[in-house]
């Protein structure tokens, strides 16, 4: 699959700073240009194809939200704002993701595989056929421990460690929240503090603050209330 071209449209220079270096670390990411207001995004998308804007909602001259309505076909979309506010606007401008600052790598990557996804199954990109798996393989002390992801309730992120809860137990395995989130299904699975994924099926109430998953409450952090939406 050839790389994501994307551009970042931003004011804030720490922002931007931030982004980019993100952007760097992620290998089918290729930065195109960062732009400082929306008009210079215009101007550089008559002349250039991209795959993916990250956008901010307050911009001087033109807001994000408006300059978005005004492409008439837009690329992948991932907003980034202090104000979780206009997620809903956001969403029913079919934006791809909704990030709120400041944002943390981890969040970052779940958005930007949301992208890759989306820009693999696109018409004319070849399809890999893969067998849907209904489960993962955990190293647990020595060996693999095989866990059906109907069964997994949550996993908790323990330092260098992650600690995997399931209907039948918990295992404790060395490995980042990061690595095992590659491995779960994304419509089953979600990422709602930076030490917690829960599975969807499994939540029985949430607030804006926790979710409950069999009677053990669990925050949602501050950057990802955004996916309450999803919910």
Known sequence: MSNIKCIIVEDEPLAVKILADYVSQ???LEL??????????????RDHAVDLIFLDIHLPKLKGMAF???????????ITTAYHQYAVEGFNLNVTDYLLKPIEFERFLV??????TAHK????????????????FLNVQKK??????????????????????????????KMSTH??????????FKRIHRSFIVSKNKIDSYTMEEVEVNGVSIPIGRGYRDVLAEL
């Open 144 to 173: 693999k421990v095989k866990i059906l992801f109907c069964d997994i309730l949550y996993i908790e992120s323990q330092k260098e460690y992650i600690k995997l809860v399931t209907t039948k137990g918990e295992y404790l395995s």
């Open 111 to 116: 958005a930007v595989n949301k992208v890759k």
């Open 26 to 28: 992620v290998p089918f």
């Open 179 to 188: 690595e095992i989130e590659t491995l779960l299904p994304a419509h089953l």
């Open 32 to 45: 195109q240009g960062t732009f400082k207001d929306a008009i210079l995004a215009t101007d550089y998308l």
């Open 68 to 78: 978005l309505k005004t492409l008439a076909n837009p690329p992948e979309v991932i």
């Open 121 to 136: 199954d696109k018409p004319g990109t070849p399809a890999v056929p893969q067998e849907a798996k209904d489960y993962l």
